[in-house]
């Protein structure tokens, strides 16, 4: 079966060549066949044709956007954390070489289709293409508060914007601790810095 034949290709790095066009994937595997295949790094380089297992179609960017789009809800699914917006999380099976694959997969994803997983937080994407420096506090306090549940960042936005009553402050100290700040809530002048302080550990 000349499908069978493609994917066993696709799934062995050791097979891959610079000519390598073709990327032919299970679409209930979408998610283990592509990091597989991006474990090569000259991939970055190589212009790809995708093929889904038994399915017709010729790949005019639509079919490949398809992969990355299958790929992302996977991913933000399985190794990621948050709610609006996700950053990725640890996860013992994915090792340094799996995620250098991701990495790939989000430049050749790009590179080819203009296709970005818009749910990564923008301080997460900033802070690994231009470094920590370069994430502002608005930045990073918008990334924070799109990663909270929405019941989270309601206490949050009334934590900023005005006077807690005593539940309400409660509930920020819930909040505040998972993030690892143990102390007493702060005062109103002192409170965005505190956030902001909490965000580093979702990092």
């Not at 799996?98 to 802070?127: H, N, Q, T, Y």
């Not at 960042?153 to 920020?172: G, H, Y």
Request: proline share 4%; with cysteine; hydrophobic share 40%.
């Amino acid at each position: 079966n000349d499908s069978d034949t493609d994917a066993q290709i696709a799934y062995d790095p050791n097979e891959f060549l610079l000519k390598q066009e073709n990327l032919t994937i299970n679409r209930t595997t979408i998610f283990k066949d592509m990091i597989e295949f991006f474990k090569h790094e000259g991939i970055i380089d190589v212009p790809l044709t995708v093929k889904f297992v038994d399915e017709i179609g010729a790949d005019y960017e639509g079919i490949s956007r398809d992969a990355y789009t299958g790929f992302w809800e996977e991913f933000f699914d399985q190794v990621a954390d948050g709610e609006n917006y996700r950053v990725p999380a640890l996860c013992p099976e994915f090792q340094q070489e799996e995620w250098k694959s991701v990495g790939r997969i989000l430049v050749k994803g790009f590179k080819d289709c203009g296709f970005f997983p818009l749910m990564l937080a923008p301080a997460f994407v900033i802070a690994t293409i231009h470094g920590e420096d370069a994430v502002t506090n608005e930045i990073l306090l918008d990334s924070f508060c799109s990663y909270l549940s929405p019941s989270d960042n309601d206490v949050i936005q009334q934590a900023l914007n005005s006077t807690l009553n005593d539940d309400e402050q409660d509930e920020l100290s819930d909040i505040l601790e998972r993030f690892g700040y143990h102390s007493v809530i702060p005062s109103q002048e002192n409170m965005k810095l505190v956030i902001i302080q909490a965000t580093y550990s979702t990092e």
